[in-house]
């Protein structure tokens, strides 16, 4: 009896454990909203995707404010990374996955050598950005 006792209370523990788990990645994941999206630039005033390719024009979008860009692209060895690069800055901010249609822009000097002819080409949604630079 008193072991049906003890494994039950340890069953509603548990239970409850995993729903607040639940609730604090629920709620650390609202928090997240986004400062701006990332947008591109061949229709401005909407919001469409843009193609994975060195001198795409991009703009960031956010606050009522857009700021013009372009991506630059770099390869190395079959891997490629984006930047977006605002106009008239020298800053490169490489697009770091945050999730499904979502990027954190993070300042950092670019690795591999400039791709050409449209590589990747990989097509993208608008991207929700969580961390925007001070522009």
Not at 99 to 117: A, E
């Amino acid at each position: 009896m008193r072991f049906r006792h003890i494994a039950t209370f340890a069953a509603c523990v548990s239970i409850w454990t995993g729903l607040l788990a639940a609730l604090s990645c629920t709620s650390a994941k609202a928090v997240e909203t986004g400062c701006a999206t990332l947008v591109g630039a061949h229709a401005p005033g909407s919001s469409q995707g843009f193609q994975v390719r060195n001198g795409e024009p991009v703009d960031l979008v956010g606050s009522g404010k857009t700021v013009h860009g372009k991506l630059l692209v770099f390869g190395d060895n079959g891997v490629f990374r984006a930047y977006w690069q605002a106009e008239n800055s020298p800053e490169k901010y490489v697009l770091a996955n945050a999730g499904v249609d979502t990027v954190r822009l993070v300042s950092t000097p670019p690795q591999g050598t400039p791709v050409q002819n449209g590589e990747p080409g990989t097509t993208l949604a608008p991207q929700r950005v969580l961390s925007c630079p001070a522009l």
